[in-house]
């Protein structure tokens, strides 16, 4: 199975703040990536697929790059609605396999 | 606006088994396929089982392979994902996922609101 990991497993920013997050897959998935959203007690929410690609009425605030092994997940102008836990996906391979999420909290 | 909700979640002893589906409305999925993707009290997300847009091709995690079975009704526009032998350990909240075109290695595209699946004796 493809492995995901990401880095920080958590951060706090402040509003108005850019903050990026780090998503490394164990093998080449080239940009068979999806960005997922889940704030609390609520069901995850696609953000981005292809590695950079918004889904549809995603703010742009949200931008993906990456290739390969190496993925970002960049948020700019941190809004208190932003404060949720952020999965990478990789789509490469079955199973589908998820990072261990990045837990954004704003001060 | 695709709205996906899932049902048939409960509580269920070890070894019993249990069927929990996904109604579609405001979307056909024939076109798509579809993913079950599952979630422990206070853990990460993993996928669960895979279908193809027609039905003829499915795949799962080695965790619930030769237990689980994944299933559609295009013409109903469902899906289902019947559950055997079930463990502790399948324990979660079980979300229906469409897939963003008719092939399976594609990225997830809308998400039900989940149903929670307790497995206790």
């Known amino acids: 199975d493809i492995q995901m990991t990401q880095s920080p497993s958590s951060l706090s920013a402040s509003v108005g703040d850019r903050v990026t997050i780090t998503c490394r897959a164990s093998q080449d998935i080239r940009t068979s990536l999806a960005w997922v959203q889940q704030k609390p007690g609520k069901a995850p929410k696609s953000l981005i697929y292809g590695a950079s690609s918004l889904q549809s009425g995603v703010p742009p605030k949200f931008t993906g790059s990456g290739s390969g092994t190496d993925f970002t997940l960049t948020i700019s102008n941190l809004q208190p609605e932003d404060s949720a836990t952020y999965y990478c996906q990789q789509y490469g391979g079955y199973p589908f396999t998820f990072g261990p999420g990045t837990k954004v909290e704003i001060k | 606006q695709v709205q996906l909700v899932e049902s048939g979640g409960g509580v269920v002893q070890p070894g019993r088994s249990l069927r929990v589906s996904c109604a579609a409305s405001g979307f056909s999925i024939s076109g798509r396929a579809m993913h079950w993707v599952r979630q422990a009290p206070g853990k990460g997300l993993e996928g669960v089982a895979v279908i193809s847009y027609d039905g003829s091709r499915t795949n799962y995690a080695d965790s619930v392979k030769g237990r689980f079975a994944i299933s559609r009704d295009n013409s109903q526009n469902t899906l289902s994902l019947q559950m055997n032998s079930l463990r502790t350990e399948d324990t979660a909240i079980y979300y229906c996922?469409?897939?963003?075109?008719?092939?399976?290695?594609?990225?997830?595209?809308?998400w039900g609101q989940g149903t929670l699946v307790t497995v206790s004796s």
């Open positions: 996922v469409m897939l963003t075109s008719s092939g399976w290695f594609s990225p997830p595209e809308s």
